[in-house]
């Protein structure tokens, strides 16, 4: 299950996500099928996005006012979709990690928004996107410390206080990443901005569409979420 707050729809409102979930997967060595378009959809987003600047991305803007009003610097901690935006126009490509990671990132620089993939056998129950204690625990991709998130950020969080995710979308931790065992995964793509309900369903599709399609046993399921339907639970 995935869920918001009601505290976080209270202070954000204008939050539109969609959510895709997968089981039965195979995250393999990438098929060149999926390499080739991750490439392409790098070259035409390197085309839409290069030399222009993060502000008038309005996917990009819209999550940095929304780091700001939870007190996170967004200059500092780059939402997900924008450090990979920047990380593509800055070095011209973005290398390919496994191909549930590599779908996720393909449709993150084609709309602009922040898409996480998330292991379900790696997280304790349902996630909840909620305001931060400063009790939990988190450990950062690529490091062995387990840290805590400051209290008041927004966090991806699982029953056992384990953060999925810290300063909403900034960084997911190592514990809830898919890799080479992920059988079931959950996707989240996410956004603010004034079409952010077309878009993030554009996106949801999207994800969708490239999971049918490089993994044929897949079954899945995608949902819509806002806050007048905060939360999502597999029907399986």
């Known amino acids: 299950m995935f869920s918001y707050h009601r505290e976080v729809l209270a202070r954000f409102p204008t939050i539109r996500a969609g959510v895709v979930h997968a089981d039965r997967l195979v995250n393999g060595p990438g098929p060149d099928p999926l390499r080739k378009a991750f490439h392409e959809q790098q070259v035409v987003s390197l085309a839409r996005f290069g030399g222009r600047p993060m502000s008038e991305i309005p996917s990009i803007l819209a999550w940095r006012r929304t780091f700001s009003a939870f007190g996170v610097q ?8 924008e450090a990979l935006i920047r990380r593509l126009t800055k070095a ?7 191909p549930l990671v590599d779908i996720a990132n393909l449709v993150s620089i084609r709309y602009g928004l922040p898409v996480a993939a998330m292991d379900q056998a790696r997280v304790a129950g349902p996630i909840t996107v909620r305001f ?3 009790d939990e625990h988190f450990n950062d991709l690529g490091s062995s410390r387990t840290t805590s998130p400051e209290a008041g950020e927004v966090i991806f969080v699982d029953r ?3 953060v999925a995710a810290r300063r909403w979308c900034w960084r997911q931790s190592a514990q ?3 890799g080479p065992s992920t059988v079931v995964a959950l996707y989240t793509v996410e956004g603010h901005h004034e ?8 996106a949801t599709r999207d994800l969708a569409a490239l999971l049918e399609t490089h993994q044929p046993r897949a079954r899945i399921e995608t949902a819509q979420l806002s806050p007048s339907l905060p939360r999502y639970e597999p029907a399986r």
């Open 74 to 81: 967004p200059t500092r901690y780059r939402n997900a979709a």
């Open 92 to 98: 011209g490509d973005i290398p390919s990690i496994n």
């Open 195 to 202: 079409a952010a309900e077309e878009d993030v369903a554009s």
């Open 160 to 162: 056992a206080g384990a």
């Open 176 to 178: 809830s990443a898919t």
């Open 132 to 134: 931060a204690n400063g």
